[in-house]
């Protein structure tokens, strides 16, 4: 196949990585690492510089600052950037040619591709081979893009935002494929605003803010680190007082039932017990990613 991946090199990395448009800084020394076989998600809201780390992991754009490399060496090395298969979030595809004659010749640009009905029954796209790529629906059009990111058997697998504008079926059945790809040995890097698609796939979530890695663990990892448990209670006491003792690092009222984050819940409790014996409804959560989210991209000293 394409490339053997040596364990000790990653398949693709940022060292320090900085770009700006202008005034504007997308990256501010951005460091992360792509090994074989692992899948990535790149997680951040828009405008977090998601697009662009991926950009330059890619070869697309080169730095300004620090340094990209994919498989030890230049990104921007056409001949490097045949090992990879990536699916943007726009393609440029003509519309008047054939799903089936868009993957074939893709198909032909790389040394061992898959078969051609393997990567549409992949792509889900079994059904639309013969169809003009124009006169599919924008979530089929995305089925095409990734059909010719994956056609060549990549070790390595880009995808950007690949679930925007699909449906709950849809999104499902997508993340099955990058699963079974995983199992094949794929590593994939993709880049996500959703919590729950980074918790169902990724290996390693890197989160991401104003150009900025905030935090980079396992999804499992990010929530025990964002704050231990959610309590969530109906209180005689006012949400404020309860804000200001030092287990508590969140509060929200729900309707009159407070919602509280805190990393130390047997302390909490036992404080508001003491303070509230009338507490009722009590109930204790574990942090959602989601959760994880919230409190590491609001908190200041986040920078693990
Ligand atoms: N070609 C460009 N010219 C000018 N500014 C750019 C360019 N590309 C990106 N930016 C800016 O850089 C910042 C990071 O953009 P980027 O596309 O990497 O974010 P993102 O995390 O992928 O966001 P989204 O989730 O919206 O796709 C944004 O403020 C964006 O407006």
């Known amino acids: 196949m394409n490339r053997s991946p040596n364990r000790d090199i990653p398949l693709a990395a940022l060292r320090g990585a900085s770009k700006r448009y202008g005034a504007l800084t997308a990256l501010a020394g951005v460091d992360l690492e792509v090994r074989a076989g692992e899948v990535v998600a790149v997680l951040g809201a828009n405008g977090a510089g998601k697009t662009t780390a991926l950009g330059l992991l890619t070869g697309r754009i080169g730095p300004d600052a620090g340094q990209a490399s994919l498989f030890g060496a230049d990104p921007r090395d056409p001949a490097v950037r045949r090992g990879i298969g990536v699916m943007l979030q726009s393609a440029g595809l003509h519309d008047t040619v ?3 004659e868009h993957v074939r010749l893709f198909s032909s640009y790389y040394p061992a ?3 051609l ?7 889900g796209l079994s059904e639309l ?3 003009p790529y124009g006169a599919l629906s924008g979530g089929q059009q995305r089925r095409v893009q990734f059909a010719l990111a994956i056609c060549g058997r990549p070790p390595l697998l880009f995808v950007d935002e690949p679930t925007v504008g699909l449906d709950v079926e849809a999104r499902r059945a997508f993340w099955q494929v990058l699963r079974q790809l995983r199992d094949e040995g794929t590593a994939i890097v993709l880049t996500t605003h959703y919590l729950e698609e980074a918790d169902a796939l990724a290996d390693r979530v890197v989160l991401m803010a104003s150009g900025r890695v ?13 704050a231990g448990r959610r309590v969530l209670a109906r209180t005689g006491l006012p949400a404020a007082a309860v804000a200001a003792w030092p287990e508590v690092r969140r509060v929200e009222d729900r309707d009159g039932r407070l919602d509280v984050a805190s990393h ?4 909490l409790l036992r404080r508001w017990l003491a303070a509230d014996a009338g507490l009722r409804e009590l109930e204790v959560r574990p942090m959602s990613l989601e959760d994880a989210f919230l409190t590491l991209t609001t908190r200041e000293e986040i920078r693990a």
């Open 117 to 123: 009905d393997e990567t549409l029954a992949l792509a």
């Open 214 to 226: 905030l935090a980079e663990d396992t999804p499992a990892g990010l929530k025990a680190r964002a």
């Open 113 to 115: 591709p898959r078969p």
């Open 98 to 100: 054939r799903v089936a």
């Open 264 to 267: 130390d819940v047997e302390a």
């Open 129 to 131: 081979a013969r169809r």
